[in-house]
């Protein structure tokens, strides 16, 4: 009996302890009592439809809680995910494209009533319907401060050019990109150089899947082809457009719609 | 009723002359089409409810994907129901569907949204007000670039409560009453019985947007709550129809998404369903639906191993036989009892009922059923339940 008593008493402390882990004591706020954790057997009972994303990107854990000051309320969401990749993947398929960015975290962005951030595999959500902007940029630096990991985007962006990449237009998508159920855990950006506007973006995998992937895309052009070899590919999807890859071991480059031969000589060298 | 559709529309992936189709800028899907080869497809349609709406069988749940071109090519292809929601992807799908839909005849599509005010223990929270409930609605209308919408849901209720929460019914009649909203419906994910049942009370509420799938322990009763709402005039509208997509976990055993969207839409009282289409392939998949909802003998494998997976339907352990002592074969009748309920195929569960020469009330002489069911089966009253196919006249079920 005493094993058992102990057994519970462990249990429920490093329970304790990983949700207090998440939200710190912040200067003039209280946390309520009543924290509440979400994993994905239940995301649902949570946030309905919208889980069906966070399960595509990883999410492993959704710690909730609200922190009080008189009549003022501010709920901070957790979402702890599979790795950084995937936090930064949920991030950027809710973020604004356009706006300021906040220093928070890797990066963060906010509004009337809300605030963003993500920071290694932590995808923070901050909202209220009383607190201005500059309470919650307080309390996300304090919860950000306060999260495991490093405040920069994962390493895998780093493979996609900078030169012309639009700011905030950095994603990392798990499935289906361009709609192409071949095309998965592509990291990817737009781009404007030189008045030219395409996207990027990049895959790495071993080479006989990419080997794969290429054969596929072809066939899914109505231009099948055999044999594939690395190199410079060139395929006409009639839905997305002219889009060039570059394959090389164990690591795809690709270019949608870059017209101009000296830009694409530069882009996919 | 279902009715056929003759649909002159544009072969989907069915491209020739690609080499100028090719030359196509990201964004231009609907160009594609007009490279492609035409050919006429016959499109099943249903009445949604008394609401004067008839859409193809099968909708689009729009929530993940985030490639507008899967959009375009969903309405080039004959899709005329658009599902969305204020809080998908933060607000960036309601802006996507609005950038690709502003392209076409605002009449010609029919397009819905979802406003989800916090709850907490079935009631709706403090901080959940009407006001804040237009407001939502209010910021959906300028992301979606349109004046007004055909659905606006009181999304994700579970209860009684919150469906006739007053002040919210009060906010809706407001929105349709300013010509913003259509109709007005509910959304639920769980306790659907208890939603639906509140929704028909409430004169109010014309759709109702429900998970509906042959996972769900409690089909008998959400078919019987879906039946009542149909025959209310109410419109009904299936979701999660792919039952998660996996019957495992680890995501490794994929349900057969047609067989599981054919599976739902069989039942005529689900006017349209929303399966979340994200490639060009699920979108081919369900444009296929749309034309035929017979299951293929692949199909209905599938769905048997799929519900068999989850424990609905008898697995023929066999350890049962035996047990009778009337000796009836009740692996049999269970596999007869899944063909009605399961694939709601009544003219194979008749067929398999006749071929097992039964009494004319199996269960008759027992007052206690002694048959003991490895997974917990009410094996008499499943045996009630479906003996009474037997005596429907064949010709009903052709």
Redesign the interface.
């Known amino acids: 009996m005493k094993k058992i008593i102990c057994l519970f008493a462990l249990i429920f402390g490093l329970l304790f302890s990983a949700i207090a882990d998440q939200f710190p004591e912040i200067e003039g706020w209280k946390l309520d009592e009543e924290t509440r954790v979400f994993v994905p057997d239940n995301l649902?009972?949570y946030?309905?439809?919208?889980a069906?994303?966070f399960f595509?990107y990883g999410f492993e854990k959704l710690d909730v809680g609200e922190y009080l000051q008189g009549d003022q309320?501010v709920k901070v969401e957790v979402y702890q995910h599979k790795n950084p990749l995937n936090a930064f993947g949920m991030y950027s398929?809710?973020?604004?494209q356009e706006g300021d960015f906040l220093d928070i975290g890797a990066q963060g962005y906010g509004g009337d009533g809300y605030l963003?951030f993500v920071k290694d595999k932590y995808y923070v959500k901050i909202m209220t319907?009383q607190a201005p902007l500059e309470t919650l940029k307080f309390i996300a630096g304090n919860v950000a401060n306060n999260l495991s990991g490093r405040p920069e985007f994962p390493a895998e962006l780093d493979y996609l050019p900078n030169r012309g990449k639009k700011s905030g237009s950095e994603k990392y998508?798990a499935?289906?990109?361009?709609?192409?159920?071949f095309l998965n855990n592509v990291v990817t950006a737009e781009y404007q150089v030189d008045g030219e506007n395409f996207?990027m973006f990049f895959v790495q995998d071993d080479p006989s899947s990419l080997q794969s992937l290429i054969e596929k895309y072809y066939q899914?052009?109505?231009?099948p082809k055999k044999g594939i070899r690395e190199g410079m590919h060139e395929i006409?999807?009639?839905?997305?457009?002219?889009v060039l890859i570059k394959w090389e071991n164990n690591r795809i480059l690709g270019a949608?719609?870059l017209k101009d031969k000296k830009l694409r000589r530069e882009f996919l060298p | 009723m279902d009715n056929e559709n003759n649909v002159n529309r544009r072969g989907f992936l069915k491209?020739s002359a690609?080499?100028s189709?090719?030359?196509?800028?990201?964004g231009?899907?609907q160009s594609?089409y007009s490279?492609?080869t035409t050919r006429r497809r016959k499109i099943i349609t249903r009445e949604l409810g008394k609401t004067g709406i008839k859409l193809p069988i099968v909708s689009m749940g729009v929530?993940?994907?985030?490639?507008p071109?899967?959009l375009k090519?969903a309405y080039e292809a004959g899709i005329r129901h658009f599902d969305t929601?204020h809080?998908?992807?933060?607000?960036?799908n309601e802006e996507m569907v609005g950038q690709v839909l502003s392209n076409y005849p605002r009449k010609s599509y029919v397009l819905s949204t979802k406003i989800?005010l916090p709850k907490r223990d079935g009631e709706f929270a403090e901080?959940s007000t009407p006001e804040?409930f237009y407001e939502m609605f209010q910021l959906s209308l300028k992301r979606l670039k349109v004046d007004y919408v055909d659905i606006l849901y009181n999304?994700?209720v579970s209860s009684r409560a919150t469906v006739l929460h007053e002040p919210i019914l009060n906010v809706m009649r407001r929105i349709q009453q300013e010509g913003k909203a259509k109709l007005l419906g509910i959304?639920t994910?769980?306790n659907e019985p208890e939603s639906i049942q509140a929704a028909i009370e409430s004169n109010v509420y014309k759709v109702i947007l429900t998970s509906y799938n042959f996972k769900q322990d409690h089909r008998e009763k959400m078919d019987k709550a879906i039946e009542a709402a149909s025959k209310a005039g109410i419109g009904i509208v299936a979701?999660k129809t792919m039952a998660g997509g996996f019957m495992d976990k680890d995501k490794k055993r994929p349900v057969n998404t047609r067989a599981a969207l054919k599976w739902a839409l069989q039942n005529p009282n689900i006017h349209t369903a929303i399966p979340?289409l994200?490639?060009?392939?699920?979108l081919e998949d369900s444009l296929s639906v749309m034309e035929g909802l017979r299951f293929t003998n692949e199909e209905k494998k599938d769905l048997q191993l799929a519900m068999n997976h989850q424990g609905m339907y008898c697995q023929g352990c066999q350890v049962c036989v035996g047990q009778c002592p009337h000796n009836l074969p009740i692996p049999d009748l269970m596999r007869s009892f899944m063909y009605a309920y399961g694939y709601r195929d009544l003219g194979q569960a008749q067929e398999t009922l006749f071929s097992l020469s039964l009494p004319g009330n199996p269960c008759g002489d027992c007052t206690i059923c002694n048959v003991s069911c490895v997974k917990g089966f009410d094996i008499a009253g499943k045996i009630k339940d479906v003996v009474r196919v037997k005596y429907i006249p064949t010709e009903f079920l052709v």
């Open positions: 649902w009972d946030i309905n439809g919208a069906e994303l595509t309320m398929q809710e973020r604004y963003n319907y998508v499935d289906n990109f361009m709609g192409l159920s996207s899914f052009a109505r231009t006409k999807d009639p839905y997305n457009g002219h949608v719609n | 491209f690609l080499g189709a090719g030359l196509l800028v990201m231009s899907a594609a490279e492609s929530m993940r994907a985030d490639n071109g899967v090519a929601a809080g998908y992807q933060g607000g960036r989800n901080e804040k999304h994700a959304s994910h769980s979701m979340g994200t490639s060009f392939e699920q």
